[in-house]
């Protein structure tokens, strides 16, 4: 009786030592990442529903916002360029639509998720004084502030296809 008591006291010991089993550690980038996906996707909506009191507004965009626009040789711009760029757009063209849009997270220098968002996509839309239809295929990558706000949207895409009309 001894024995089996003490073997119950060992077991019930090894039993209550064992460790939890680990969890896997919470990816806090990732986390970011997919906050700022929801937040690139409703500033891309206001675009595209020709929103700009919301497009413009701080609700996405920082402080010290920085504009990288496609053009060769062009360095990075302040915000009012690139807002006096984007009220063109939004004028010169109706029925903006991102099709086919992928988010990825973009990656630091060890190609690990910093947080920020890379888009790749086609922007469908239609001059505004012709109806004829427009495509560009489009890469942006929007790097976001410590308060989940634009910072720098860089982007690129072949500005001759701005030119080009489609039936």
Same mark, same amino acid.
């Given at each position: 009786?001894?024995?089996?008591?003490?073997?119950?006291?060992?077991?019930?010991?090894?039993?209550?030592?064992?460790?939890? %089993?680990?969890?896997? %550690?919470?990816?806090?980038? +990732?986390?970011?990442?997919? &906050?700022? =996906?929801?937040?690139? $996707?409703?500033?891309?909506?206001?675009? *595209?529903?020709?929103?700009?009191?919301?497009?413009?507004?701080?609700?996405?965009?920082?402080?010290?916002?920085?504009?990288? %626009?496609?053009? =060769?040789? *062009?360095?990075?711009?302040?915000?009012?360029?690139?807002?006096?760029?984007?009220?063109?757009? *939004?004028?010169?063209?109706?029925? $903006?639509?991102? +099709?086919?849009?992928?988010?990825?997270?973009?990656?630091?220098?060890?190609?690990?998720?910093?947080?920020?968002?890379?888009?790749?996509?086609?922007?469908?839309? &239609?001059?505004?004084? &012709?109806? $004829?239809?427009?495509?560009?295929?489009?890469?942006? =990558?929007?790097?976001?502030?410590?308060?989940? $706000?634009?910072?720098?949207? *860089?982007?690129?895409?072949?500005?001759?296809?701005?030119?080009?009309?489609?039936?």
């Amino acid at each position: 009786m001894k024995k089996l008591s003490l073997l119950f006291i060992v077991t019930v010991f090894l039993v209550g030592c064992e460790q939890a %089993p680990k969890q896997a %550690p919470a990816n806090s980038k +990732m986390e970011t990442f997919n &906050t700022n =996906v929801a937040t690139t $996707k409703a500033f891309l909506s206001s675009f *595209m529903e020709n929103d700009s009191i919301t497009f413009f507004s701080d609700k996405y965009i920082g402080k010290d916002f920085m504009w990288s %626009p496609p053009a =060769v040789g *062009m360095d990075s711009l302040p915000r009012v360029q690139w807002e006096g760029a984007f009220k063109g757009f *939004m004028v010169n063209y109706d029925n $903006k639509m991102l +099709m086919d849009a992928q988010y990825y997270a973009a990656l630091n220098e060890k190609n690990l998720p910093d947080g920020n968002v890379r888009v790749y996509g086609t922007w469908n839309s &239609t001059f505004a004084e &012709t109806g $004829k239809k427009s495509m560009l295929k489009w890469y942006a =990558v929007f790097r976001y502030d410590s308060e989940g $706000k634009i910072a720098h949207y *860089m982007e690129w895409y072949d500005s001759a296809d701005l030119s080009k009309e489609f039936d």
